[in-house]
């Protein structure tokens, strides 16, 4: 999750480019309600906060240890 802060009073635009492969990417508000899903565009108003959220699609989950 990354938090953006728009500071100098005045709207801008951008885009997220996570250095690993993405399953999934959304852009919330500052109460983590979706804004929108798919990618990680955004644009902002004059000192919004928005969050970017996304999931890595190479991310392999732990196995569990084998007892020996």
Do not use: N
């Amino acid at each position: 999750m990354v938090r953006l802060y728009e500071s100098p009073g005045r709207a801008g635009a951008g885009h997220l480019g996570p250095g690993f492969p993405v399953c999934r990417a959304e852009v919330t508000d500052l109460l983590e309600r979706r804004l929108h899903e798919g990618d990680l565009a955004f644009g902002l108003r004059p000192f919004q906060i928005l969050s970017g959220v996304c999931a890595r699609s190479d991310y392999l989950r732990p196995t569990p240890l084998s007892p020996m």
